[in-house]
């Protein structure tokens, strides 16, 4: 089966993406090609919503001047998978010029539900609409090989867990300032010095130099420091061993990394800087915190006390997300061989 995973400028929606091909290959053998794409200056998102809409224009000729794609490139596939906005209009187009299925992983609007195949969706709320399936948020994390994580139920067995921090950075909903990445940065030794944790920290490609600046300063400090990977200079997916530790700790401004913490089938905390403004992602956590497995709290208030509290009240996942993923694309998969 050939797969054409659209690959927008941010990581996180490629390893989304990831997610999904990993479950079907769980069942079947995959050909993989990522394909990036970036709109064209000229054709912003309201451009290309109006463009959607009008099935009669040539989707070879759209390819090539809204994205410089030819068709040789995107023909042969059998499924076409995006997640970010500029990613859309190219796979509706894809799939008008080609019999590849389209599946997008997030919201749509301002575009026809009725054009697309499947459109995962995280939010309860909205899974029942036209060609809409709620599911969990997409990872390629693999948690089969893991070893179960640590009970961490009180103080005592907090003494040398091991936890990784995972950190995102300034986006268009959530602000960090320097004194926040110093909250952070002391966060990190006060608790090692007053719970005893055994600390991994990894940052993302949204973490900025002063803030990579300071947690590595502020790691350098720590006497049981476990590993600090700078996305920076490792890369894609050199954290994603990591995630095999006792809980995860991530900053809120990435749902995606809240969401390969819960993949590893570990307990997640989230800690939020100031929001810019209200998103959807707030009730995003608001509905995983329902489950047990996930809380958020304020890095404004964050301390050593309220962080081992509100841990030892989380449980460990005990579903894991690709069963419920794969039922889900039955419907845009072509019949196995």
Not at 14 to 36: A, H, T
Not at 47 to 55: D, K, N
Not at 149 to 158: F, I, S, W
Not at 172 to 183: E, P, Q
């Amino acid at each position: 089966m050939r797969i054409l995973i659209l690959a927008d400028q941010r990581t996180g929606h490629v390893r989304q993406c990831l997610g999904l091909v990993r479950q079907i290959e769980r069942e079947r053998p995959v050909d993989l090609v990522q394909l990036p794409v970036q709109p064209r200056g000229f054709a912003p998102d309201l451009v290309r919503r109006l463009v959607a809409r009008w099935p009669g224009l040539s989707p070879k000729a759209l390819l090539m001047r809204f994205y410089g794609l030819s068709a040789e490139e995107v023909s042969g596939f059998d499924l076409v998978i995006g997640s970010g906005r500029p990613t859309i209009l190219a796979g509706l187009l894809i799939s008008r010029l080609t019999s590849a299925k389209f599946a997008y992983l997030g919201r749509v609007p301002g575009y026809d539900p009725a054009a697309f195949d499947l459109i995962l969706v995280p939010y309860r709320s909205e899974g029942d609409q036209l060609n809409h399936a709620f599911a969990p948020i997409p990872s390629p994390v693999n948690p089969d090989g893991f070893a179960p994580p640590r009970e961490l139920r009180t103080l005592e067995t907090l003494k040398d867990a091991r936890l990784t921090l995972l950190v995102g950075g300034p986006s268009s909903r959530r602000n960090w300032s320097m004194r926040d990445w110093a909250h952070l940065g002391y966060f990190l030794i006060a608790s090692e010095h007053e719970l005893g944790i055994n600390w991994s920290v990894a940052t993302s490609p949204r973490t900025p130099e002063a803030g990579r600046g300071v947690l590595a300063g502020a790691f350098s400090l720590l006497e049981k420091g476990g590993e600090f990977v700078d996305f920076h200079v490792a890369g894609p997916g050199s954290a994603d061993h990591l995630l095999e530790a006792d809980a995860i700790c991530v900053t809120s401004d990435s749902t995606s990394m809240i969401a390969e913490g819960l993949a590893a089938m570990r307990p997640v905390i989230g800690i939020a800087t100031r929001g810019l403004k209200v998103s959807r992602d707030e009730r995003l956590l608001a509905d995983l915190a329902e489950d047990g497995h996930f809380a958020d709290l304020p890095l404004a208030s964050l301390t050593p006390a309220s962080f081992a509290r509100t841990l030892m009240q989380l449980t460990t996942p005990t579903t894991d997300p690709r069963t419920v993923l794969g039922p889900l694309l039955a419907g845009v998969l072509p019949a196995a061989d």
